[in-house]
């Protein structure tokens, strides 16, 4: 669908541009929001390489096992099903813990790994877990304490204070995060009561 959006928009543009005569002013903003970009990325860049090499030493000396059984008793109840399987605990860790540093994209190879795994522990293959669908709720709420990205962007567009905006994500992305992970529990009890009383 974005496929067809997004040329019909650019094509619309270009001939409300020459008809206006603003086609200066339309070449001259694609050329600087090319160059936004350009930096923009170089900014990401350079905070995700970063979060990244600092995952990477967490990840190889004990601190992420230390993490890991820090939010033991918190992934035990989000995940009862993976009680007894370590290794995935310690991918869904990660995880979580990408996302609350605010690591964005970063977070997102670790996810699929987590859910590659959790995949594999599923009988039915061609219907997700309840594990699995309480990890895509929780990544799409993605609660955060850092928001890296969003910092990242702020400053590379100017941003006079980058870092005011932590307060807010941290209560909108603790609500979000609260009120997803209850609705889906909610739902999947339900599913479960009535799958008890068809039997």
Do not use: H
Not at 62 to 83: C, G, H, R, V, Y
Request: proline share 3%.
């Amino acid at each position: 669908m974005l496929n067809s959006i997004w040329p019909f928009f650019i094509i619309i543009s270009f001939f409300y541009a020459i008809i206006s005569g603003n086609l200066d002013n339309l070449n001259k903003s694609i050329l600087e929001s090319a160059q936004d970009a350009v930096n923009l990325c170089i900014s990401l860049l350079g905070s995700m390489c970063l979060w990244n090499g600092i995952m990477q030493i967490a990840n190889k000396s004990s601190a992420i096992e230390k993490l890991t059984d820090f939010l033991k008793p918190f992934i035990n109840k989000l995940f009862p099903e993976m009680k007894e399987n370590n290794q995935i605990k310690k991918e869904i860790s990660m995880n979580i813990i990408a996302n609350v540093l605010g690591l964005g994209n970063a977070a997102t190879p670790l996810g699929i790994k987590a859910m590659k795994s959790m995949q594999r522990e599923n009988k039915d293959k061609n219907t997700l877990s309840n594990s699995m669908l309480i990890f895509i709720v929780l990544n799409t709420a993605s609660l955060q304490l850092i928001p890296t990205t969003i910092i990242a962007i702020r400053n590379s567009l100017g941003s006079e204070n980058s870092t005011k905006i932590v307060f807010p994500v941290w209560i909108v992305t603790a609500l979000a995060a609260f009120a997803a992970v209850f609705t889906a529990k909610l739902l999947i009890k339900r599913e479960e009561k009535n799958k008890k009383w068809k039997q």
